[in-house]
């Protein structure tokens, strides 16, 4: 779809025509950073140089988790200039700033890559060449592996596409300590093996908006059986998981007795979501509660555990 299919005269720039600020745009353009879904994104990136071994002077470590955000914002702007067509027939996104006609496709993708940019060159001043690099890394798999390949051609797409999500505690480790070591490896296993229970419980609900717009996500493909059955194996696997730092000695008892309880939510979370699958007669049922409910618990589990870990090592770490 061309720009101007698209754009029904929106603003370049958030300057009223009298040249003074207007508030509602630079919502807008804060709109493009997904900053609800990036902050979860940023927190365990955060916590990632929180547990890191080694210190790191405050503004540099600040500087850090800015330029998390900032990447990550700016591949949410270049994810959402191109997806531009497909946003504006899904009934969750037609009024993102792009498919509304707020923002000029062009300036969005501006902003994006400007800020992209930006962040990568800081990160790679302030801290090191492998933090700027795994952050460079991420926003390269989120806007070319997952949005520019995948999304659309897979319903394997946010499994793959989905490391992109995984690596800002790996940036924050590398930020610290200048390396990836298997405790960065673990942290980004656990939120690789979330992604899928997370967004596909999301999509159980959503799946309608999906295959209006051709967008070939797992319930649309394969059916909400098979979908309610995946999310319960990447739960399986995600639960143990939760534990690994306490079994590899990066986190202590405290940690571990947090990861076993959410482990045991997440778990009962995404099996309510499993049972519903069929009633006696093996018939599907496809109710909607369980999976909303799955798909909020998702994200405090997240926050939960990755609070835990930082928790653990505020208090009790060495
Ligand atoms: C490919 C991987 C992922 C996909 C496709 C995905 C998709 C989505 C979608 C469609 C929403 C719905 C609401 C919205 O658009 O605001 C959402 C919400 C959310 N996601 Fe994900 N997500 C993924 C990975 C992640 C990761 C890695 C994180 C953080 C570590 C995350 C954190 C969140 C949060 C915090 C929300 C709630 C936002 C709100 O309150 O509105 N997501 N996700
Ligand atoms: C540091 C760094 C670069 C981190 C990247 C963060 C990242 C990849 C998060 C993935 C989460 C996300 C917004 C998925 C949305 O999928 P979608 O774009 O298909 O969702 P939509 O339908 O809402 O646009």
């Known amino acids: 779809m061309s720009d101007s299919a698209i754009n029904t005269g929106g603003a370049g720039a958030p300057l009223s025509t009298s040249g003074e600020l207007d508030l509602s745009e630079v919502r807008d353009w804060i709109a493009l950073l997904k900053p609800r879904v990036m902050s979860l994104v940023v927190f365990t990136g955060a916590v990632g140089l929180i547990v890191a071994p080694g210190r790191m002077h405050p503004v540099l470590a600040l500087t850090a988790i800015l330029c998390i955000a900032v990447a990550a914002g700016a591949s949410g702007a270049i994810n959402m200039w191109y997806d531009r067509d497909i946003d504006a027939v899904m009934r969750r996104t037609a009024n993102r700033p792009i498919p509304a006609g707020r923002i000029q496709p062009r300036a969005a993708l501006a902003f994006g890559v400007f800020l992209a940019l930006a962040s990568v060159v800081v990160m790679g001043l302030a801290t090191n060449l492998v933090a700027a690099l795994v952050l460079a890394g991420s926003i390269g798999f989120y806007v070319f592996i997952y949005t520019m390949w995948l999304k659309r051609r897979t319903p394997q797409n946010i499994v793959i596409g989905g490391a992109a999500g995984a690596f800002p505690p790996m940036i924050g480790w590398a930020a610290v300590t200048g390396h990836v070591s298997v405790e960065a490896v673990v942290m980004f296993a656990i939120i690789f093996f979330w992604t899928p229970p997370h967004f596909w419980a999301l999509s159980l609900f959503a799946s309608g908006d999906y295959a209006r717009a051709g967008v070939p996500m797992l319930p649309v493909v394969a059916g ?30 405290a940690y571990g007795a947090a990861a076993l309880v959410l482990g045991g939510f997440f778990l009962d979370a995404m099996w309510r979501v499993k049972r519903d699958a069929q009633d006696e007669q093996g018939r599907s049922l496809t109710q909607e509660a369980p999976a909303r409910a ?13 609070a835990a870990l930082a928790a653990d090592r505020l208090l009790f770490g060495a």
Do not use: N
């Open 294 to 306: 799955a798909f909020k618990f998702s994200i405090v589990y997240l926050f939960m555990l990755f």
């Open 224 to 253: 909400a059986k098979e979908t309610r059955r995946q999310i319960w194996l990447y739960s399986l696997l995600l639960a143990p998981l939760g534990l690994l730092p306490t079994v590899i000695g990066m986190a202590g008892l």
